[in-house]
């Protein structure tokens, strides 16, 4: 909408929105993410130009850095130790985002489907919380609790074992090198499946109504519904878990320091916890800073491409529509 006005002999134009008031230039708005943009610079841009420009260097963490080029790259593509933390943090990336999104989905379609239907929404409130109370634990404390439960002697599982007359099965859960990793990726399912069931559950919300009676009139039975609406339907949210999760996996390091100290032998070690025991107890400060460019620079791309494939896919599903 424009209204004209004239002053002096000459025309003037003020554009009007829906609502009959002026409209405020798009510049102002610029004033509202200047903070957010001054933030993300000081906290995330700039201390990541700095670091990646350490990991250039060779230096212990005083005295003036000694320029050494690539040679903390090179020395990191022949490290075994990195590439075996790397492996681990692909079975963090099973256990904190494959694992938890395929159980997040079953648990919210049941939550949502039947739990809701037949005993309430306010029951389904309540069971959402349980499972998302992990989420708001601090990882520390989480971790604490989870190596009191694991611990050896008078671990709470292996008691539980011994009570059932299972104690063939009692293990050092945390001290075995073949069982730690294992052991640390149950916590993490254990840790991490509030936050898919929420999301799936708030996405569930939009779906219609009408395409889940249509279907049962049809007589498909809940998995067949779950399979050709509920996963169609909430296809964004899907997309969205994965990414947010995996990111987080490849990060991880609170449940690793907490839990394991990335032992034993090495067996739960993480390139987020290798990195930081090289910065701080080896104090190879230019290698550790290599090691943290290298995890950032493959987190970003992995970013990307997941927001390119979600593009897409939300691209081809309006073209179906249209």
Known sequence: ????????????????????????????????????????????????????????????????PKWSGLANYRELLDDSEFWASFRHSLFMVVAMAAVPTVLGLVLAAALFDFVGKHFGTKTAAVLRACFYLPQVLPIAVAGIVWSWILAPDNGSLN??????????????????????????????????????????????????????????????????????????????????????????????????????????????????YFSFTTFFEKTQVGYGAAISTVLTVIILVLALIGLKLQTRAEDAEEGLRA
Request: with cysteine; net charge positive.
């Open 159 to 272: 008691a539980l074992l011994k009570a059932v007359g299972l104690g063939l099965l009692q293990r050092d859960w945390l001290g075995d090198p073949d069982l730690a990793l294992y052991s640390v990726m149950g916590v993490m399912v254990w840790v991490q499946i509030g936050f898919p069931l929420v999301v799936f559950m708030a996405g569930l919300q939009r779906v219609d109504p009408q395409l889940y009676e249509a279907a049962e009139l049809d007589g498909a039975g809940w998995w067949r519904r779950f399979g050709h609406i509920t996963l169609p339907q909430i296809r964004p949210e899907i997309y969205v878990v994965l990414l947010w999760c995996t990111i987080a996996a490849l990060k991880v390091f609170g449940a690793v320091y907490v839990l394991t100290k990335g032992g034993p032998g090495g067996a739960t070690d993480v390139p987020s």
């Open 1 to 64: 909408m424009t209204a004209t006005a004239e002053r002096g002999g000459q025309v003037v134009r003020r554009h009007r929105g829906r609502t009959g008031r002026p409209r405020r230039p798009r510049s102002s708005y610029a004033l509202f993410l200047l903070p957010g943009v001054l933030a993300f610079l000081v906290v995330i841009v700039v201390p990541f130009l700095m670091n990646t420009g350490v990991s250039f260097t060779d230096w212990q963490g005083v005295g003036s």
